[in-house]
């Protein structure tokens, strides 16, 4: 168990019964199966855990419950499988897994016969790399604590989710749009009219216009259309236009910079959004985190307030810089008055003789 954690802190580094009987046999009997299978699922679980997956000259070496943590520990470095365990695994990833702690093992069982840990550049390594351990766990246990100790009301989430419901959308509502670029104002003006008198023929048209370019916007409304980047994917003038436009569908001219488009809006729909008790933990967990960032930054000035801290920010600057900062008050600049006119040299002479 110490020899995982070390791993996964070294890799992150280089870088949180009372039972009332109920009378009567019935209730005795009931009570007993209920224990008798919870009973059974413990050393069935128990069993598994120590079902050996390697041997190595006989020696178990890899049980199914070190198996496990190493997959997990593995799938927790990677902040895109946060959350996920051991069982979320393909069976053939899990063997190759299993072959790269089967080197390892073998690097060890070497190792041991070599006493490397005898050598003294290990012992050196060995120590670092305890006190680096040892400094993250202080830190780590340090911030647990903040975090633990920040505690979320459930009025102050629900007054939260209140105010931000239009971000929790189930099914997206908004009106559906499309639209046609052109690169000039008459372009789009002929197809206006042209679309006009044949609205429920638009997509048709537009895609058969080779003066212009031809879009989905798919629905749009008042919350936000970001795309993979994070970006509004549909542009402003648009959106405006297709959720202002009336007595749908409807067709009108938009500019956009300096393109021109030409937009139909249809089949308005309103979003679907989630209720408080479905998001409820998302939202405990969100505002959690973001106080414990708030509490996080004032213990660090809290810290700050009661030590002495001390930065040499000359070490931060390159040699021009040092060199054309500020002499101290009283204190005259490197290298000013080294040079003298030759008479106020023979004035100075004159009066120390």
């Not at 780590?140 to 009301?153: G, L, P």
């Not at 297709?242 to 729909?269: F, H």
């Not at 204190?331 to 000013?336: N, T």
């Amino acid at each position: 168990m110490k020899n995982n954690r070390l791993s996964l802190l070294i890799k992150g580094s280089a870088l949180v019964l009372t039972v009332s009987l109920l009378p009567g046999c019935k209730g005795l009997d009931f009570f007993k199966k209920k224990d008798a299978a919870k009973t059974e699922a413990t050393e069935s679980k128990a069993a598994d855990d120590a079902l050996v997956l390697c041997s190595i000259d006989g020696n178990a070496v890899i049980k199914k419950s070190d198996f496990d943590k190493r997959v997990t520990q593995m799938l927790q470095a990677n902040p895109y499988f946060r959350g996920a365990g051991a069982e979320m695994l393909p069976l053939n990833v899990k063997r190759k897994f299993l072959d790269r702690l089967v080197e390892e093992e073998l690097f060890v069982l070497d190792a041991n016969k070599q006493n490397i840990e005898k050598d003294a550049e290990f012992q050196k390594t060995l120590k670092e790399m305890v006190d680096l351990v040892t400094r993250s766990l202080k830190i780590q246990f340090r911030e647990k604590k903040i975090y633990d100790d920040t505690k979320v009301a459930e009025e102050q989430s629900k007054k939260y989710f209140d105010e931000h419901k239009t971000q929790y959308v189930k099914v997206a509502g908004g009106t559906l749009a499309s639209g046609i670029k052109f690169d000039t104002d008459a372009a789009a003006s002929a197809f206006l009219a042209k679309a006009k008198a044949n609205i429920n023929d638009f997509e048709k048209l537009a895609k058969q216009t080779k003066s212009g370019k031809f879009r989905e916007f798919g629905r749009i409304g008042q919350e936000p259309t970001n795309n993979a980047m994070g970006m509004e994917s549909v542009p402003a003038p648009i959106k405006e236009a297709v959720v202002s436009m009336r007595n749908l569908p409807a067709v009108e001219k938009v500019k956009v910079g300096k393109e021109l488009w030409v937009v139909k809006a249809s089949d308005k729909k309103d979003s679907v959004f989630f209720d408080f008790e479905e998001v409820k933990p998302q939202v405990e967990a969100m505002i959690k985190n973001n106080e414990f960032r708030t509490k996080l930054t004032s213990e660090i000035e809290k810290l700050r307030a009661s030590y002495k801290v001390t930065v040499n920010e000359d070490f931060f600057k390159d040699a021009k810089q040092v060199a054309e900062q500020p002499a101290a008050a009283g204190e005259q600049p490197a290298g000013e008055g080294a040079e003298q006119k030759p008479e106020e040299a023979a004035e100075e002479t004159s009066q120390a003789a």
